[in-house]
């Protein structure tokens, strides 16, 4: 049997991070999956991509880091991230939980940063050799509302500190990849208590499971 992708997108403080730790810990609670389930990130999920991870977000580095170099980098993890990690996993019939993946870098880079559109959609399919999601999980989030957490948080990083414009921008183009893309892009209304959008994630992936043959019993209580 073949693994699945499911992917976590959003804007900055969307809560991705948080909603694919929960559905983490629920899944292995819940204890009816038939295979071996595994977290990842882009950028950053191989030892490469953590060493990218680090030139892309952090803030105190000094150089300027152009968009096309910042577009060639994650494209770079990506393609590592690919070849090492997903492809070996899903051969493996694993389901993958990833937070960010191509979508993100449609959003940032395309429609964030303004560049080709097309150019971006020829690097994604380089660098995943076809490889989509499965399934993806759109937290979205009204963009004042994601920051205003991060600044919560404390600590942001480069991306984080981009003009009130560019996340705009950003979350514009996951809107736009969600209707382009409705059999794969989910919707979640993040802007809720945290334990509302677990709950609605939790039942969207209880049913594509289901669907997929992955659950020994769906009768676990949400």
């Known amino acids: 049997m073949k693994g ?22 629920w899944l292995q609670a819940s204890c009816f999956l038939k295979v071996r389930l595994v977290a990842t990130r882009e950028p950053g999920g191989t ?24 577009l060639l980098m994650y494209a770079a993890d990506r393609a590592q991230h690919v070849e090492t990690f997903l492809k070996p996993e899903l051969s493996k019939g694993t389901i993958v939980l990833c937070d960010r993946f191509t979508d993100s870098t449609i959003a940032y880079q395309g429609y964030g940063r303004g560049l080709n559109l097309n150019l971006i959609k020829q690097l994604n399919e380089i660098a995943t050799c076809g490889l989509e999601s499965d399934l993806t999980l759109w937290l979205d989030i009204k963009v004042e509302a994601g920051l205003a957490r991060v600044r919560v948080r404390g600590g942001c990083d480069r991306i984080e500190q981009a003009d009130l414009k560019f996340h705009r921008l950003v979350q514009q ?20 208590p945290e334990y509302e959008v677990a709950q609605e994630i939790q039942t969207i992936v209880t049913s594509r499971l289901e669907a997929w043959g992955y659950l020994n019993n769906t009768n676990s209580e949400k």
Do not use: C, P, W
């Open 47 to 70: 030892e490469l991509g953590r060493g990218l991870r680090h030139l892309l977000l952090k803030q105190d580095s000094g150089e300027f880091v152009s968009d096309r170099a910042e």
């Open 173 to 192: 183009g996951f809107a736009e990849l969600a209707q382009e893309n409705k059999s794969r892009i989910v919707r979640i209304n993040a802007d809720r």
């Open 4 to 25: 699945k992708l499911i992917v976590f997108e959003g804007v900055e403080g969307a809560g991705k991070t948080t909603q694919m730790q929960r559905l983490i810990h």
